[in-house]
């Protein structure tokens, strides 16, 4: 169905700034969520950031991250975005893009209902 390639990682001062791109291939043409998680050893993988894949883009976050990360798409490159800035010692993690299946909203970034991953990138902030 899809494909997802992230990238973008690295290391970075807390307060400072990294974009994180996810590369879709494949059926880009179908609107579905498509989101970032993060995940650290020993806890579950936590939804960060999703954006409808559509002309809309409509955009949900979680608490910790609202007004310091921004996702947004480029439809003409296929690749989404993660802007991170005034980043945490926290937010330290490995983060992955992921995707719902055709025609289905984000409403929630629950990873059961995410179908497709990519390999990961990983953040760190020190």
């Known amino acids: 169905d899809v494909q997802l390639v992230e990238s973008g990682g690295g290391s970075v001062q807390a307060g400072g700034s990294l974009r994180l791109s996810c590369a879709v291939s494949?059926?880009?043409?179908?609107?579905?969520?498509i989101a970032w998680f993060r995940h650290d050893l020993g806890k579950d993988r936590e939804g960060v950031a999703g954006?409808?894949?559509?002309?809309?883009?409509?955009?949900t976050y979680v608490d910790s991250v609202r007004g310091r990360f921004t996702i947004s798409q480029d439809r003409a490159k296929n690749v989404v975005y993660l802007q991170m800035d005034s980043l945490k010692p926290e937010d330290t993690s490995s983060y992955y893009c992921a995707a719902k299946r055709p025609g289905i909203h984000c409403a929630g970034l629950v990873r059961s209902s995410f179908e497709y991953w990519g390999q990961g990138t990983q953040v760190t902030v020190s």
């Open positions: 954006i409808y894949w559509s002309d809309g883009g409509a955009t």
């Open positions: 494949g059926r880009t043409a179908s609107s579905r969520c």
